[in-house]
């Protein structure tokens, strides 16, 4: 059970790189606080019944990036939830205009040396084998996440609770996550 019940009042996109948080932030804050959480590439994987490295492996990024960008719009359609976004969906510029026109969009920091500590598993990573490959894609989505931000979490060398908890706090802050009266 959730320690209060709280309502998100517009969905809030967690982006960044591999490996920073969003999905563990967003599930812990989602059963802290009672509200919902949609993970974008289980959603897809979900939708295609297949891996996002099959999809990778067989259809190609710029297939991916398709199917990630018709998974934002059909998320958009329900209700507000937190959404843990892929971390390339920023690639496309239709998905930032969707994101910042219908939501707040947090960008969750990490560095690329931290990520690669954090992936224990880089096979479900298509866009992770080596971290100078990884550095680079940093370093060209990194201005992209910076631009789009709301609001930017510090994540390194940080636990997941109180990541989550900063992430409550500026939330509330920001009268985008409302307590529900009792």
Excluded: W
């Amino acid at each position: 059970m959730p320690r209060h019940s709280y309502q998100l009042n517009q969905p809030v996109f967690l982006i960044g790189f591999m490996g920073s948080g969003k999905t563990s932030v967003a599930r812990k804050l989602a059963r802290k606080c009672g509200v919902a959480s949609v993970d974008m590439d289980t959603y897809i994987e979900r939708r295609e019944n297949r891996s996002i490295s099959e999809i990778f492996e067989t259809d190609g990024e710029e297939a991916f990036r398709d199917i990630e960008s018709e998974a934002l719009t059909e998320l958009l359609k329900l209700d507000p939830a937190l959404i843990a976004c892929g971390g390339g969906v920023i690639t496309r510029p239709a998905n930032c205009e969707a994101m910042t026109s219908s939501g707040l969009v947090v960008y969750l920091k990490v560095t690329p040396e931290e990520a690669a500590e954090r992936i224990s598993d880089v096979s479900t990573r298509p866009l992770f084998q080596d971290l100078s490959q990884a550095r680079s894609r940093y370093e060209e989505r990194e201005p992209l996440y910076e631009e789009l931000a709301d609001l930017t979490i510090e994540t390194a060398g940080r636990p997941i609770p109180l990541i989550a908890q900063e992430l409550q706090r500026k939330l509330v802050q920001e009268k985008v996550l409302c307590q529900q009266p009792e």
